[in-house]
């Protein structure tokens, strides 16, 4: 990737599968300027706009790590994003994906997570996030890695719950 290509952009277009950008790694971002400050701004309001509650780059055609997350009324937005687990404990859920649209998957991940990413600043970034909101933190990582929730299909194990139906992530 070019330095910063992503601020560039002159619109914001949904990419949905078999677009292989969705199938591609992003790269860390290294540099917090106003080109990546507009980035996140404006991932956000197209993710409102799409009426999901998390966007990562690729879904918009940019290989960076950045995503955006709206759940309960409250945005954020997590550059270089990792998580670790707070407990073995994990739950499957109905999630949809915008970049797959019409499709539902039931999807196992953990119910507790850690997370640590940088800020559009920057700052770093630490906290703890559980249920959805860890739920919608690990499957827009998953796209920053190339990961869909159809590749993620629950085997059946372990409990199953119906929850976020029609959820946009
Ligand atoms: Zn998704």
Known sequence: MGTDSFANLKRLQLR???????????????TFDKGLQDFAKRMLSFMRKKGGIGLAAPQVGVLRRIVVVGVHGQEMV????????VTTDS???????????????????????EVRARDV???????????????VIQHEIDHLDGVLICDKEASGI???ERGIDNANI
């Open 121 to 135: 600043k920057g700052k770093k970034l630490n906290f703890a996030a559980h249920n959805l909101l860890a739920r």
């Open 91 to 113: 739950d499957t859920k109905t999630e949809g994906c915008l970049s797959i649209p019409d499709e539902t998957y039931d999807v196992t991940r953990l119910f507790q997570i």
């Open 78 to 85: 997590l550059i270089n994003p990792s998580i670790m687990p």
């Open 158 to 160: 372990g409990s199953r």
């Open 16 to 30: 949905v599968l078999p677009d292989q950008v969705l199938r591609s790694v992003g790269a860390d971002i290294e």
